[in-house]
């Protein structure tokens, strides 16, 4: 029987990470950076990887994790997919589809969704 969770809070500067037993009782607490840079790419696996260091550190088992909650700045659909996270350079970006439409020729200030392309 698994004994153990993990919470993560993402935020824009850095990822708040807690150890947790499966009653709620926390074991540990600490953060690492939250790297936007590349469209906020390394920012997930960097996640992993602290967790992973955390297991290993405290002689956790993969078996020994019931699983890993995580919080992002943004809003979550039924699928569990994030669409957009300005801060950490995920999904729609506000400036660019502005700059994109009004570069268009249209003299409208409605702004259009578009990914990020980085």
């Known amino acids: 029987m698994a004994n153990y969770v993990f919470g993560i809070d993402v935020g824009g500067t850095s990822v708040k990470c807690g150890l947790f037993q499966t009653d709620g009782t926390l074991l540990e607490k600490w953060e690492i950076p939250t790297r936007t840079e590349n469209g906020g790419s390394e920012i997930l696996p960097d996640i992993a990887k602290s967790v992973k260091a955390k297991m290993a550190e405290k002689g956790i088992a993969a078996d020994d994790v019931a699983g890993v909650g995580i919080d992002v700045p943004g809003p979550v ?42």
């Open 77 to 118: 659909n039924d699928k569990g997919e994030l669409s957009i996270a300005v801060n950490l350079n995920w999904g729609y970006n506000r400036k660019r589809a502005f700059r994109r439409t009004r570069r268009n020729g249209s003299k409208s200030s409605k702004r259009r969704k578009c990914s990020s392309s980085r």
